[in-house]
């Protein structure tokens, strides 16, 4: 008797045991997919805020932007120079105290630091702007309040156009023009040379930028060759007011 009650003792164990088993599986498959849930969000929202030192993925295919940007351009442009910005930075700061600190907060003191880390934070934040500053089927007007606080500023959006293309085309050399916000909440038009931005202490007029445009020839030679004046054109087909209304609104705050 004793015997029989050890072997059905056993069984029951054998079969919780089994499925305590199963349990485990099915909350280790939920797990996983959480994890991976978690994670596209992460990737997402790190497309919003570059602070968190991830290579981010291009919002679009390399394609997305025929006629206007060719797919070799972009292809190169994010995957070879974006990226070798990246990874230089994240050498520049190997070790420092920058490697806690958020990119805002290293381009308030960049002056401070080695030119390494000021090119290429530069180089690493400013192209995941641009990248977002665009998007497929994009241009068009802006809507709502920024679009009357671009009128209001410049008088009219052709002559907002004209003072943004011409930052673009007269920048000597290399470089990117801007639409910032300033401290007092007006909105201005400014470039930088090399991989320098509005956000660096070391910019000419400090302000939160909220469109940009790349003028290196690495963005348009393949395609335009020497004319930048008509890369300068097309980007206006690419433009995405929707991000850049949610940067104002933000940026306001
Ligand atoms: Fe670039």
């Known amino acids: 008797m004793e015997k029989l009650k050890l072997v059905v003792a056993l069984v029951i164990v054998g079969i919780l045991g089994l499925q305590g088993i199963s349990i485990a599986k099915d909350l280790s498959k939920n797990q996983m997919k959480k994890d991976q849930s978690n994670h596209n969000i992460k990737k997402e929202t790190s497309m919003n805020a570059p602070n968190k030192f991830e290579f981010q993925p291009l919002p679009y295919a390399y394609d997305a932007l025929e006629p206007f940007i060719d797919k070799l351009t972009v292809e190169i442009h994010y995957s070879k120079h974006h990226k070798a910005y990246y990874d230089n930075f994240i050498n520049a700061i190997k070790g420092t105290e920058m490697e806690s600190m958020g990119i805002k907060d290293i ?8 030119m390494a880390v000021r090119n290429n934070s530069g180089g690493y934040f400013n192209h995941t702007f641009y990248w977002e500053s665009m998007k497929a089927n994009g241009g068009g007007l802006p809507t709502g309040k920024l679009s009357e606080t671009i009128t209001k500023t410049f008088s009219s959006f052709d002559e907002f156009k004209k003072q943004f293309s011409d930052a673009g085309k007269t920048r000597f050399g290399s470089g990117w023009a801007w639409l910032c916000l300033d ?4 909105l201005f038009i400014c470039s930088t040379p090399n991989q320098d931005n509005p956000l660096m202490d070391i910019a000419e007029k400090k302000g939160i930028p909220l469109l940009t445009m790349d003028v290196w020839e690495h963005a348009y030679y393949l395609k335009y060759q020497n004319k930048r004046p008509d890369y300068v054109e097309a980007f206006w087909n690419l433009v995405n007011w929707e991000e850049v209304a949610k940067r104002y609104e933000s940026a306001l705050k």
């Open 107 to 114: 381009f308030k003191n960049v002056s401070k630091y080695p």
């Open 183 to 186: 401290d007092e909440g007006s």
